[in-house]
């Protein structure tokens, strides 16, 4: 029950946070970006690209949210067995809020709220986008659009979101061109990848914030399994027992090992001082931190050449033997 409950927890505070974010994004796409005409990335930009179409071509835009719907659900059916059920419905989920807080905040903003500051403005919308999209994507949510592209390269590869999106958005904003012509596409499009730039830093940051890691080595002698426990229990963190001894007193000692977040290291603090105020405690940031619980590691494995000719000449020396090995007496030879 109680690990019940904990899952429903986590589960809603994910959500809180990719509500949160993606309303973020919404607002500073609405109220400080989307009033300059300056068209962004992501699906918000496609969605850009075909509102300026199509009042140019038929008199009458096709609203942004929806092109951003559209779209992203015909993303999501090809990508459903990449990414994962988890993913797709929480993404779904985020398009169809993403979709009405766009669609709803745009006609609240028809003109910018910093009027004659442009670049200001865009900075402050471009900071507030980048904010929004990392915070949704630490916690298993997205956008949609490119961030589904970006959600695929990360669980296929080690690329970073943020460049992945770039990559993505540069044909989007690059469009700016040729909706608007030379003349006054050329300032769109500076302003567009200057909120490229910003967003993929700003998602970057958020996420590597969130997503980092620190090690706990803990020394209490006579409360050391009160600890583990505690943060076994509590912290929902796994605790390393190991041996030690001090040098000085020559004395065994128990020593914790604890690898938590960077934003779970004031509960560890909290749980430890409150039950042995004079534990003496080392705590030190970690580059990368991969397995259960951290970080999956992706490797792109290179395919292994296949050759007929070796294949059917192979003899058994050229096979290895991971068996046990009998040397000539019976007796199993030992493995180094």
């Known amino acids: 029950m109680k690990l019940n409950n904990h899952k429903i927890w986590v589960g809603a505070k994910d959500y809180f946070f990719i509500v949160f974010g993606i309303l973020l994004y919404g607002l500073g796409f609405s109220a400080f970006i989307a009033p300059f005409g300056v068209i962004t990335g992501g699906m918000a930009g496609a969605g850009q690209v075909v509102f300026y179409a199509t009042e140019k071509i038929f008199g009458f835009g096709v609203p942004v949210a929806v092109t951003m719907y559209v779209l992203n659900i015909l993303l999501l059916a090809i990508a459903y067995r990449i990414v994962g059920k988890t993913f797709v419905i929480r993404t779904i989920f985020g398009v169809t809020v993403v979709s009405i807080a766009i669609g709803v905040l745009m006609p609240l903003f028809p003109e910018p709220l ?32 490119t961030d589904i592209v970006a959600a695929i390269m990360a669980k296929k590869t080690n690329v970073s979101v943020g460049r992945t999106m770039q990559y993505c958005d540069f044909c989007i904003i690059s469009s700016s061109l040729l909706i ?42 006579h409360h050391w399994e009160e600890i583990a426990t505690a943060i076994n229990n509590d912290a929902h963190r796994g605790c390393t027992v190991l041996n030690g001894m001090g040098w000085y007193s020559k004395q065994d000692v128990k020593v914790l090992l604890v690898m938590c977040r960077k934003i779970e290291s004031v509960t560890i603090h909290r749980i430890i001082k409150s039950i042995d105020k004079d534990a003496f405690i080392t705590q030190a940031n970690v580059n990368g931190v991969y397995g259960q619980g951290f970080d999956e590691f992706k490797l792109k494995m290179p395919k292994p050449k296949h050759n007929r000719n070796a294949q059917d000449t192979a003899s058994p020396r050229a096979m290895p033997d991971y068996g046990d090995r009998t040397t000539h007496s019976g007796h199993p030879e030992k493995l180094s």
């Open 114 to 145: 910093l009027k004659g500051e442009t670049f200001m403005s865009i900075i402050i919308g471009s900071m507030m986008c980048g904010i929004g999209l990392g915070l949704a994507f630490v916690h298993n949510g997205s956008t949609g659009g």
């Open 180 to 221: 608007f012509g030379l003349d006054e596409g050329i300032e769109r499009l500076v302003y567009g990848f200057v909120v490229l730039l910003v967003v993929s830093l700003m998602a970057d940051q958020t996420i590597n914030t969130n997503r980092q890691a620190v090690q706990f080595i803990i020394f209490s002698p």
